[in-house]
């Protein structure tokens, strides 16, 4: 099957994959093999002890890696604030129009005005000031949690009030502050879920409407005897969910079929006193049936109602409705339908009850619901509709009175990520996208604002890396972050007009971290199964590994097709660096299956969960075995949490082949007993035999590799019983495998016990060697 992939191949390219793997054996690198990593009992140990050293060092070498700006009332400055190493804290004041950066005081005469006024030792490196508001002269800060005013002129400090700005709940910091002195500026823009909109009295405060013995009824607001709008709802179908319309003439409700979602539970093994504690709650699966709505038009005026030209609306709930501005006869409404293979604008008149589908997509596979995007421009009678429906996630401006297509905004080989803002004024959108850049990861964030009509886009950021920005309250000036995994955090300042770079305000600091001898992690590009499409992925080095001997890999998993999980970001230290310690080579990948590709390669997850990208995955490793011998594909491990430990279990499972371990945390490992929203969404509705077909359930029998299982026994998320009757399965199919539950904890991967349990499995699976009796102190 070919995918279309995004633009870019990048200067880390690999070599061309490998052909598809045997399904007999396990594929050994091809040429003379490196010897093995064999480590000793006593070299394991002094890795444990190592490992546990970085865990609580190498975590605080690394400083300055994000900025919040503090923009002033005129919104033509800004304050910061730096974290340095010990804890150590410095403030900056910023004038974008003078190209100017300069220290926001002097510290220690700062630290010693605010000792004397409030008779506390303050240090000046480790001056932790919580707010700070900027004067003509002076400043007033925040510190200990009381309020001064501090002259700069001969740093004498006096206590005061809270100054206005910070009088109200919101103190928040005002960076991203779209809406600033602008009404016709819109944003950040809202995906398309919107919570339903109950009125009781009408917009002229005329009329009340309610419910009564599962009936509608209206009377006056100013009292009287309540007109009965209808007469056959009862308790099985009650009428309810009223709405009214602007001009107060028309209700909106339902004839609503209640259905109460079927429990599932858990017992709290280590509640207090001598029994358990049942915990139960409601809970949709997939095929559970949902409560259904039937859309009427109710006119107090005319006491009548009116069923509306539609079919029920089973999925989703009573959905908010919005009325057209300059015709009150109209209101649209959105659906997904149950299954996921149709999206729905549906205008409705208000009068009459007819309705028409003024858009109406549908598709083979599936359209993932969370992430359509709808926003309505009531003055132009216009929408802005974000879909996947030429393949690739892009932007259109829609006539909402015609249904019409007037423009596709964006369009490409590459895919919109968000919408942050759009400007009705200047007819603009301003958005992020990732895969326009020839020669780039395809996952890298970039920033971008177009016309509506799809002209003249403007590029806010240039490097090669992923951006995040932080605009002024006006929208003049913008805070460019970006890094990569292999390339500390950059801060610059640029100016919004032409994305003109004004001055770089800070770079991480990462010294202390390089004295550790600890590398980054790699990036590494390899051809999925189709021999055409990238697959990228990033792999982690012990930090000293010999590249003259083979190392076994473990895979960190998690391929949910909700998003993509390789990090794109610098971060300093985690846990696949510190699992690699241990003498691993760990690696992530998104394989095809998860998103933010081409619809395409998206919809390799259609009804074939199980799928988890394992053909690319596979291809992946082969590959970078290929051009690093020191990585050793006869001994693989895979560990994952939730949707990732529904697919390390299902590595051992269906490819068998290449995986030899896997430690599966609180899985989904089958996709009738978890939720019914997530699992509907990519295996589909009606609940068929490949939901049965895929089932780490159905298939445990098939187990060859070494499985450990972890669960906590209050997990809220996916109920226990997937991973107990998992291991029910392999009781009675005869497999040996590890069992590990956690009382009272929830969704997880076990915690810091479960992570210890995890390294020791990985440790005696693919090392041969035992790990430490904790028991005796070994460690």
Not at 442 to 447: E, N
Request: neutral net charge; proline residues 6%.
């Amino acid at each position: 099957m070919a995918v279309a992939a995004a633009m870019g191949t990048g200067p880390l390219m690999a070599q061309e994959a490998p052909s598809p793997m045997h399904t007999t054996q396990k594929e050994k690198v091809s040429g003379a093999l490196l010897p093995a990593y064999q480590p000793s009992r006593t070299e394991m140990l002094e890795r444990y002890r190592k490992a546990a050293i970085m865990d609580s060092t190498v975590r605080q070498t690394v400083f300055k890696t994000s900025l919040q700006p503090r923009w002033l009332d005129d919104g033509e400055c800004f304050w910061y604030r730096n974290v340095l190493r010990d804890s150590a804290f410095e403030y900056w004041i910023v004038d974008p129009a003078k190209g100017e950066k300069k220290p926001a005081f002097d510290q220690g005469r700062m630290a010693a005005a605010l000792s004397k006024a409030s008779g506390k030792p303050a240090t000046a490196a480790r001056l932790h000031l919580t707010n700070m508001v900027v004067g003509k002269g002076d400043l007033v800060v925040q510190w200990g949690g009381e309020w001064y005013k501090v002259s700069l002129k001969d740093y004498t400090a006096t206590t005061t009030d809270v100054p206005a700005k910070f009088a109200a709940t919101d103190v928040g910091p005002r960076g991203n502050n779209w809406n600033a002195g602008n009404p016709d500026e819109v944003g950040p823009v809202r995906r398309r879920a919107r919570a339903f909109r109950s009125d009781s009295v009408s917009a002229d405060k005329q009329w009340v409407a309610f419910v009564q013995d599962y009936n509608v009824f209206v009377r006056p607001a100013a009292g009287g005897t309540p007109v009965q709008l209808t007469n056959d709802g009862t308790k099985e179908k009650p009428y309810g969910q009223l709405s009214w319309s602007p001009d107060s003439k028309t209700v909106v409700g339902y004839r609503i079929k209640p259905v109460q979602d079927k429990q599932v539970h858990y017992v709290l093994t280590s509640a207090s006193g001598t029994r358990g504690e049942l915990k139960s709650r409601g809970y949709a699966q997939p095929g559970d049936e949902n409560t259904s709505y039937e859309m009427f038009l109710f006119h107090p005026a005319q006491k009548k109602a009116t069923k509306v030209g539609i079919d029920v609306i089973d999925y989703g709930g009573a959905p908010f409705i919005n009325w057209r501005k300059d015709d009150g006869r109209y209101f649209t409404f959105e659906r997904a339908d149950r299954g996921h293979q149709r999206f729905r604008i549906t205008e409705v008149n208000a009068e009459n009850g007819t309705a028409k589908e003024l858009v109406d997509e549908k598709t083979a596979t599936f359209i993932f619901e969370q992430r359509i995007l709808t926003h309505y421009l009531p003055e132009s009678n216009e929408i802005i509709w974000v879909t996947e429906k030429d393949g690739w996630r892009h932007i259109y401006l829609v006539d909402e009175r015609t249904g019409e297509e007037k423009v596709q905004v964006t369009k490409g080989p590459w895919v919109v990520r968000e919408v942050d803002s759009i400007d009705t004024k200047k007819r603009e959108i301003w958005f992020q996208a990732s895969g326009m850049n020839e020669g780039e990861d395809p996952y890298f964030i970039h920033y971008y604002r177009i016309g509506f009509d799809g002209k003249n886009l403007v590029k806010l950021t240039a490097p090669n890396a992923n951006h995040r920005l932080l605009f002024s309250p006006n929208r003049k000036y913008y805070i460019d972050q970006y890094s990569r995994v292999d390339m500390p955090t950059v801060m610059e300042l640029h100016r919004t007009s032409d994305g003109k770079k004004m001055m770089q305000l800070e770079q991480a600091d990462v010294s202390a971290y390089a004295a550790t001898g600890l590398k980054y992690p790699e990036v590494f590009v390899a051809k999925g199964r189709d021999g055409t499409t990238d697959i990228w992925g990033v792999m982690f080095r012990p930090s000293n590994f010999d590249p003259a001997k083979r190392y076994p890999i473990i895979e960190q998993i998690y391929a949910g097709p909700q998003g993509s999980f390789v990090p794109k970001t610098f971060s300093a230290y985690g846990e696949p660096q510190s699992l690699a310690e241990l003498g691993f080579i760990v690696v992530q990948i998104d394989g095809m299956g998860t998103y933010n590709r081409s619809k395409a390669f998206h919809d390799v997850a259609w009804k074939n969960l199980a799928d988890a990208g394992f053909p690319d995955r596979i291809l992946w490793m082969k590959a970078l075995a290929q051009k690093y011998p020191y990585a050793d594909t006869s001994r693989v491990g895979i560990y994952g949490t939730s949707a990732g430990g529904q697919n390390s279990a299902g590595a051992l499972l269906f490819h068998p082949e290449f995986y030899d371990a896997a430690v599966s945390a609180c899985g989904c490992h089958d996709n009738r007993v978890d939720k019914q929203w997530w699992n509907e969404q990519w295996m589909g509705y009606p609940v068929g035999k490949h939901y049965d077909e895929q089932s780490n359930i159905t298939n445990a029998h098939k187990l060859q590799g070494a499985l450990m299982l972890v669960v906590g026994e209050a997990d809220e998320n996916v109920p226990p019983e997937s991973t107990y009757r998992v291991a029910d399965a392999l009781i009675k199919a005869g497999k040996d495998f590890e069992f590990l539950a956690i009382p009272g904890m929830g969704h997880s991967d076990g915690g810091a016990y479960g992570r210890k349990k995890k390294r020791d499995f990985f440790v005696k699976q693919l090392h041969g060697v035992e790990p430490p009796k904790r028991n005796i102190s070994e460690l």
